[in-house]
């Protein structure tokens, strides 16, 4: 049987989740798990519905029959083909903790994405990225030449059908028209989670402020560098006893596994954009493996 996803985001009202439950029944369509938010202070409501046809609905059949009851409700709305991967294309500079991380999950079938290419301001990772039959493109980015470098970018993004950009620790700004965009559509790992440390070197500052949390930050890109919504996050403790390389050590585990959460989140359609906020649903106990990581 065919599995589907579907995600909703309107105003609140009475009669959202009945209007979708009919809907799936009358198209010979079975729930296999929800989640729902109804947000009191913005008055929107979130919903995801993973659903399969026990009748054989296409997805165009499915998309064309609830176009007809959306504009009732003011549905901002997508019906996603579970089986379908999504195309990702990963950015990465000199740090290769997190892009080896992911290639590693991608490789062993625990990170269920379509790898498009990667593309580096640097050769260091390109043999890596070679030996796992990956396109690797080189755009170095220098001050005189960044609006050619972005270019170049945006059409590597058109000519795959990259769906998702993930910025495996890109040590590069991108413009604010590039990140408007591709609005949803970039996550990057913040190598913080206290906002007061920032900068190239947030641990060493962290060693010298004698902290005992560290952690770090998954989020969308937006034009405010750093401070865009957030999708995950996580920490792990310190004590006086350890350096600042344990400390950088401990702080790229805890970016490698927060980042590939947010990926996750994302391209499972878990993730709604709710002002300058995320809402966030967690995996479903029933769910496959392959989305319960965590």
């Known amino acids: 049987m065919s599995k589907f996803v579907l995600t909703v985001t309107c105003p609140t009202r009475r009669g959202i989740v009945a209007a979708i439950s009919n809907f799936l029944a009358d198209n010979g369509c079975n729930i296999t798990d929800s989640a729902q938010f109804d947000d009191q202070e913005t008055g929107r409501f979130f919903m995801r519905v993973g659903f399969q046809s026990e009748t054989g609905a296409t997805l165009d059949a499915l998309n064309d029959s609830f176009a007809r009851i959306a504009p009732d409700f003011e549905m901002d709305w ?17 740090f290769g903790h997190c892009l080896n991380d992911l290639l590693y999950r991608w490789r062993i079938g625990a990170l269920p994405i379509e790898i498009v290419g ?8 390109q043999k890596l990225v070679v ?27 058109e000519e795959t059908g990259a769906e998702l950009v993930v910025l495996a620790r890109y040590m590069q700004v991108l413009s604010d028209s590039f990140c408007q965009r591709m609005s949803g559509r970039i996550i990057n790992i913040h190598h913080s989670f206290l906002p007061s440390f920032k900068g190239a070197n947030p641990y ?14 998954a989020h969308y890109v937006t034009a405010d560098l750093d401070e865009g919504p957030i999708i995950e996050q996580d920490t792990v403790r310190i004590t006086h006893a350890q350096s600042p390389d344990d400390y950088v050590s401990l702080g790229r585990d805890v970016e490698a596994s927060v980042l590939a959460r947010a990926i996750h989140a994302h391209i499972h359609h878990r993730v709604f954009l709710n002002g300058n906020k995320t809402v966030v649903f967690p995996a479903s106990p029933g769910a496959h493996a392959s989305e319960r990581m965590g």
């Open 78 to 94: 997508q019906i996603f083909d579970s089986s379908r991967k999504l195309k990702v294309l990963l950015m990465v500079s000199n």
């Open 204 to 217: 060493k500052q962290a060693y010298q402020r004698g902290v005992k949390l560290i952690g770090a930050t």
């Open 131 to 157: 030996n796992h039959d990956i396109p690797f493109h080189l755009i170095r980015v220098t001050k005189e030449n960044k609006p050619d470098a972005e270019a170049r970018l945006l059409a590597l993004v």
């Open 118 to 125: 990667v593309v580096s301001n640097h050769l260091t990772y």
